[in-house]
DNA sequence: CCGAGATGGAACAACTGTGTTCCACTACGA
DNA sequence: TCGTAGTGGAACACAGTTGTTCCATCTCGG
């Protein structure tokens, strides 16, 4: 198979332009070439131009992030129960969140994976699960910063489990959305 | 006075660097520049270099948290509620917030102001203001990333009040830091 | 073994940002 | 009016990134 081999280095290259981007969006060819173990003209054979590498990076985010919303099965339980799930797929996702979350490549899925989120937090509004004082887009906001905070904390803490994270965030992050008893 | 001169181009400069590094840290010095409206020359007279002007700007971003920390009046109530007056002080602080929450140039703040907000916290957790089952460095990232989606969430939206914004903030702050009534 | 596909390295020109020097201009007080 | 502090612009050398070309090497299957 010679294709196989063209799309290993491929997704090496993608892979490697991913973590090394969320750390430091203005970083080189030639770094993430590196971290690739490529050498920086293949990686000019693959993408022609840094935008058409960062073009790709975009499009794989945008296809993990709808892999991630697909295994929430969003459909189930309450608007908030959906959420916190989506949470937790979404945490895997791993240097991915910095990505996503800077916004420095995630024009591409923004205008239309936003619109599921807004569903969902409606339905979580009527079922009373979510406060409903609390508009969609603020609460989208609220989802991606925490995330990116656990994420951070995460990344800072290697001596922290993933599980006490994830509780972490989905403790405050469930907190948060929840209506004041008063 | 010859040298208060000197300190007005200094501030407009320093303020320039603020706005335009929280947009993007990777900016030129001679946008900065231009958004200062003072010559390329000028900017390096008064900072020989661009680490001197990130120092600088660092200085500057340390002393304006200072001054927010001491306007928050820290001791006074419950610690959920000192933490909620720091939250409104630092919500003015505007784009130096991207600044810090981005830690570009927040290396020189946070080792020694950190350790009073933990206080606070520790406070907060004591008194049961705060949840004890949140570990005092995960309220911190909590209360910054909160902070910078307000921030990020205001300035998509130039038509929401501020007053709006900061009530939104301040209720899932609030409520993601409160004990769970289970 | 051989040839095609895939790669790596060297070298190059173009561009941008940086730091510096030099000179002309403006404003303001003595 | 003159001198000085503060400034802006032009020009320069230097470094790093980018995109390109050319050639050598490697690794397969036939």
Redesign the interface.
Known sequence: MTSGVKNRTRQAIIDAAIHLLAGN??CSLGDIAAAAQVGRTTLHRYFGERADLLAAVATEGGERLGRAATLADLNRGTGAEALLRLCREYFDLGSLLSLMF?GQAGECWESQDEQFLVGVIERGRADGSI?P???P??VI??L???L???W??RAQ?PEESRHHVLD?LT???S????Q??S
């Open positions: 969006p203005a800077s406060d004082a609390l508009p887009d603020w906001t609220l991606w910063s925490q990116y905070a656990a951070e904390y803490r972490l403790r405050t992050l907190n948060a959305l929840r004041p008893p």
